[in-house]
């Protein structure tokens, strides 16, 4: 079976369970400059450059990924959020990004397949973050036509982390916490070239952040428009992560969930930080509120953003056993058009 077969199979099956955040399990091992450096010699401090730890300590990165497997997920993130051209250039490891996504999504690899082992499948999802650059808005407030960058050159900067990631192992390309719809427009071309570079198709999954609760990311998009906007990449999931907690989602997740024929995913923070920015929701109140979409039909994929721990996809993978997972619907034949509202005109 294609990667798409075989996690639609057993999406049909269960509820599926995606991994947690990656950066706040980082954060607990106080790590030094040394440990994110190692022997690199770069020009810049690297602490704080997760993504570079699959390189000067893969320890960590792996021993992440084993409690979160041993924890029940299904799907493993690469730790790729800003391991792109853009996002490394703040670091001064531009020349890496090949090889730090690569080294990534093997290290994901190998240890999906030694959970596997169980007879139970376990993916790789090659994460890609959104960069801190928008084709949709100027940072220029005098200058509302000016764009940081141009949409070759984020397509670039896309497939050159895309590639590396289906190199190195990665079964999907997650393009995730999305707040531009036309970077995630971007995305999507980039893995649609590394497609014809390879002649097989490479899954996408789409996961959309919101700004504010009416429901819109940073571009302006409804969750209706969004899904509409990139309905066209034939998506494996489609869903939300990051920015709010489980409550704040709800309303977003169900009308999605609505009028996707794609598995949903969604991945909430574990609840809103406190002044301090930390997560206090605990793990058995985040399954509770991720378990009401699943006792709705809602959902096929849940997960962990920001905040969450092993403990949190334990109790996440805990809450959703047993509960059958969402019957991807069949359409009715329409033109579906998206500006920053949805438009549906029947046939």
Known sequence: MTPREQFLAEAAKRILIIDGAFGTEIQQRKLTEADYAGSLGLSKDQKGNN??????????????????????????ETNTFSANRIS???????ALVREINVESARLAR??????????RPRFVAG???????????????????YREIDWDELVDVYREQAAALVEGGADFILIE???????????????????????????????????????????GHTVEAFW???????????????????????????SLSAIADAAIMVYPNAGLPNELGQYDEL??????????????????VLGGC?????????????????????????????TRLAGLEPFVMAA
């Open 51 to 76: 993504d570079i730890l699959a390189i000067t300590r893969p320890d960590v990165p792996e021993a992440i990924h084993r409690a979160y497997f041993e924890a029940g997920a299904d799907i493993a």
């Open 88 to 94: 490394q250039a703040d670091y001064g490891a531009e």
């Open 110 to 119: 190998r240890v999906a397949d030694e959970f596997a082992a169980d007879g």
């Open 127 to 145: 994460a890609i973050g959104p960069t801190n650059k928008t084709l949709s808005l100027s940072p220029d407030v005098n200058d509302p036509g």
């Open 177 to 219: 916490t999305v707040f531009d719809t036309l970077n995630a427009k971007a995305g999507i071309m980039a893995v649609r070239e590394v497609e014809r570079e390879l002649g097989r198709e490479v899954p996408i999954m789409l996961s959309m952040t919101l700004t504010d609760l009416s429901g819109r990311n940073l571009s």
């Open 228 to 254: 509409y906007a990139v309905r066209h990449a034939k998506p494996l999931t489609i869903g939300l992560n990051c920015s709010f907690g489980a409550t704040q989602l709800r309303p977003h997740v169900r």
């Open 283 to 300: 793990p058995e109140e985040t399954a509770a509120l991720v378990r009401e979409w699943a006792e709705a039909g809602q959902v096929n």
């Open 306 to 334: 920001c905040g969450s721990t092993p403990a949190h996809i334990a109790a996440i993978a805990k809450a959703a056993k047993g509960l059958p997972s969402r019957k991807i619907p069949q359409l009715d034949a329409a």
